[in-house]
């Protein structure tokens, strides 16, 4: 008796169980009915479909923060390159580049890995910029700056050594609302026309924004290589120290390719991190396959010693935020400089 009242309330609930998924699967078939009838519409009629709406670049979406709040400047630090929405390319203004430089014939600076623009902000800002004195900690348009320009006042301006003038100034940022922030502090500085930040997954675009800069030259400054790819700086990347996540750098046999491309003789790729496992993942990708035939290591300053090895100084001068938080704790940073060679590039 006892047995058979304790296997009366599982037969119960397994006839309820088989009523309610025998229900559910009955409503879901209707629900799909119904759903592609409507999605045939939809698409019969030539409007956005909701599927359609998920594939919108990360990079185009409003970003949602409040300008004003002090968690404005405070954004994620990692995030997957390879997933799916990263894996899109983002959206141009139609006229780029022209809608976003003043003058296209001129050399480029491409800072890849820019973060919240910092650096460049700082490098534009010495060298050409009106309010390039301005080193308060203020808010300006609802965007709050930092110290960063404080902790760089020390450091000696070295551009002119390696970096024609004039010169237009662009950096790339993965991560949607760090490359909103960037683009927001450029008119701060008084620095539109000449400086632009794009959000983007390098390794997707990279190719599309030169070939579009270097497209949009004059014929005559096309035919003297004016707007050529001038100094790309990578500095600082995310690691990505998980053997598993290695594919997720940002340097890849595929980026090596595309720089020697639109590259000239004599032209500068300068790596740094304070990392050296990642310096030197960055500097395999330079000294094999097309790296190793369009681009030779400049091994000045560098010595054979472990402990001195990729010791050389920052040909630039200005530092990076990372940098300098860096060189704070006395610790080393790992770098190395590459110049494009005359082997003429073939696709």
Same mark, same amino acid.
């Given at each position: 008796?006892?047995?058979?009242?304790?296997?009366?309330?599982?037969?119960?609930?397994?006839?309820?169980?088989?009523?309610?998924?025998?229900?559910?699967?009955?409503?879901?078939?209707?629900?799909?009915?119904?759903?592609?009838?409507?999605?045939?519409?939809?698409?019969?009629?030539?409007?956005?479909?909701?599927?359609?709406?998920?594939?919108?670049?990360?990079?185009?979406?409003p970003? +949602?923060?409040?300008?004003?709040? #002090?968690?404005y400047?405070?954004?994620?630090?990692?995030?997957?390159?390879?997933?799916?929405?990263?894996?899109?390319a983002?959206?141009?203004?139609?006229?780029?580049p022209?809608?976003?430089?003043n003058?296209?014939?001129?050399?480029?600076?491409?800072?890849i890995?820019?973060?919240?623009?910092?650096?460049?902000?700082? +490098?534009?800002?010495?060298r050409?910029?009106?309010?390039?004195?301005?080193?308060?900690?203020?808010?300006?348009?609802g965007?709050?700056?930092?110290?960063?320009?404080?902790?760089? #006042?020390?450091?000696?301006?070295?551009?002119?050594?390696?970096?024609?003038?004039?010169?237009?100034y662009?950096?790339?940022?993965?991560?949607?609302?760090?490359?909103?922030?960037a683009? $927001?502090?450029?008119?701060?500085?008084?620095?539109?026309?000449?400086?632009?930040f794009?959000?983007?997954?390098?390794?997707?675009?990279?190719?599309?924004?030169?070939?579009?800069?270097?497209?949009? $030259?004059?014929?005559?400054?096309?035919?003297?290589?004016?707007?050529? +790819?001038?100094?790309?700086?990578?500095q600082f990347?995310?690691?990505?120290?998980?053997?598993?996540?290695?594919?997720?750098?940002?340097?890849?046999?595929?980026?090596?390719?595309?720089l $020697?491309?639109?590259?000239?003789?004599?032209?500068?790729?300068?790596?740094?991190?304070?990392? #050296?496992?990642?310096?030197?993942?960055m500097?395999?990708?330079?000294?094999?396959?097309d790296?190793?035939?369009?681009?030779?290591?400049?091994?000045?300053?560098?010595?054979?010693?472990?402990?001195?090895?990729?010791?050389?100084?920052?040909?630039?001068?200005?530092?990076?935020?990372?940098?300098?938080?860096?060189?704070?704790?006395?610790?080393?940073?790992?770098?190395?400089?590459f110049?494009?060679?005359?082997?003429?590039?073939?696709?």
């Open positions: 008796m006892l047995a058979r009242l304790r296997s009366a309330p599982a037969f119960t609930t397994q006839s309820r169980n088989t009523r309610y998924f025998t229900t559910m699967r009955q409503q879901s078939t209707t629900t799909d009915d119904t759903t592609t009838e409507q999605s045939t519409t939809t698409s019969d009629d030539n409007t956005t479909t909701e599927e359609d709406d998920r594939y919108i670049p990360p990079w185009s979406l970003h +949602l923060k409040d300008q004003s709040s #002090k968690a400047s405070r954004f994620r630090q990692h995030v997957n390159p390879l997933s799916r929405r990263y894996q899109m983002t959206d141009l203004p139609k006229q780029w022209q809608s976003d430089f003058n296209v014939n001129l050399p480029l600076y491409l800072d890995g820019c973060g919240k623009g910092g650096f460049l902000l700082e +490098l534009v800002g010495r050409h910029g009106s309010n390039k004195n301005n080193h308060n900690n203020e808010t300006f348009n965007v709050r700056d930092d110290s960063y320009m404080n902790n760089t #006042k020390t450091f000696e301006d070295t551009t002119n050594d390696w970096l024609p003038d004039p010169m237009n662009l950096g790339l940022e993965i991560r949607p609302g760090v490359s909103q922030y683009q $927001a502090r450029v008119e701060k500085r008084g620095l539109g026309g000449i400086l632009s794009v959000g983007c997954n390098a390794n997707v675009d990279l190719d599309r924004l030169l070939s579009l800069y270097q497209g949009s $030259a004059t014929k005559d400054e096309l035919e003297n290589n004016n707007n050529r +790819l001038a100094f790309v700086s990578i990347p995310d690691p990505h120290f998980k053997k598993a996540h290695s594919k997720r750098r940002v340097v890849t046999p595929e980026l090596v390719t595309t $020697a491309k639109y590259q000239e003789e004599g032209d500068v790729i300068f790596l740094q991190s304070d990392i #050296k496992d990642a310096l030197e993942a500097r395999e990708k330079f000294v094999e396959d790296g190793k035939v369009y681009f030779d290591e400049c091994l000045d300053g560098n010595t054979s010693g472990d402990e001195e090895e990729y010791q050389m100084s920052n040909p630039l001068g200005i530092p990076t935020e990372r940098e300098v938080s860096v060189l704070k704790k006395g610790l080393p940073i790992y770098r190395t400089l110049k494009r060679n005359g082997v003429t590039f073939e696709a």
